[in-house]
């Protein structure tokens, strides 16, 4: 009687262990499954951000392209605004468009030379003496390409080495030269090798961003036409 009693109330025990034994286990998660750890982005999310980081990098390849047209309109108003001003705009339509919805375009480095502001350095510096060979020292030589170093997501790779190729140095690494003719040849091998960065970027771009990209890279290369050879006659 005592045995049985003692061998019942172990069964007893026992299945009541066993029924809490699930509500143990259902209070255990592990990593990345709710329990308390950061969520990782879903798929739409991460190419969303990778999209994004693309038009960032592209709006500031062309914005290299911009700063150059405001040094050299800065440099050679009188020779080369005629010319130059309708294709400044045009750059300045595609680093907008290229500048993802609710964010501001990125400045320029030549911002200063566009809308007025002191040159800190020009009470310093005579005209036509910013450099050795006569050039004008640009706003933003030695400076690095706007937005390095944020290449990431798809097509990061190619649009990046591309996007350094373009912007290495800035617009004018040396300054603008003291030619309009020379100064007009380098805009033409700026505006040539922002075509090629934004064409690189195409490479795993989504179908928007780039049809988009498509566009400014031609017209980057119909501008490096009209500022080189196309432009003479």
């Known amino acids: 009687m005592g045995r049985s009693g003692l061998t019942r109330r172990r069964a007893l025990v026992t299945a009541a262990t066993a029924a809490g034994v699930p509500g143990v286990l259902a209070g255990c998660t592990g990593p990345g499954t709710g329990g308390g750890g950061a969520a990782r982005p879903s798929a739409a999310e991460a190419a969303r951000r990778a999209e994004l980081a693309l038009l960032r990098r592209s709006a500031a390849v062309s914005g290299v392209l911009l700063a150059g047209y405001d040094e050299a309109l800065a440099a050679h108003p009188a020779a080369l605004g005629t010319r130059l ?7 300045a339509r595609h680093v907008a468009a290229l500048t993802p919805p609710g ?28 450099s050795p060979d006569g050039r004008t020292a640009g706003p933003d030589a030695g400076a690095g390409p ?3 170093g944020t290449a990431s997501g798809a097509g990061a790779g190619a649009a990046g080495v591309a996007a350094s190729g373009a912007s ?3 617009a004018f690494p040396r300054g603008v030269p003291a030619e309009p003719g020379a100064a007009l040849a380098e805009l033409a091998a700026l505006a040539s090798r922002t075509a090629a960065a934004h064409t690189a970027a ?4 989504p179908p928007e961003s ?3 990209l498509a ?3 031609a017209a ?5 036409y009209l500022l080189g050879e196309g432009g003479r006659g």
């Not at 002191?118 to 310093?124: L, R, T, V």
């Open 210 to 212: 780039a049809r988009l």
């Open 202 to 205: 195409l490479v795993g771009a």
């Open 215 to 217: 566009s400014v890279a």
């Open 168 to 170: 290495a140095g800035g």
């Open 220 to 224: 980057g290369a119909a501008q490096a």
């Open 103 to 130: 964010e501001r375009a990125p400045a320029t480095a030549s911002t200063g030379a566009r809308t007025g502001s002191p040159d800190p350095g020009a009470g310093s510096r005579a005209p036509g003496t910013g």
């Open 146 to 148: 706007p937005g390095a």
């Open 85 to 91: 001003a309708p294709l400044r705009e045009a750059a």
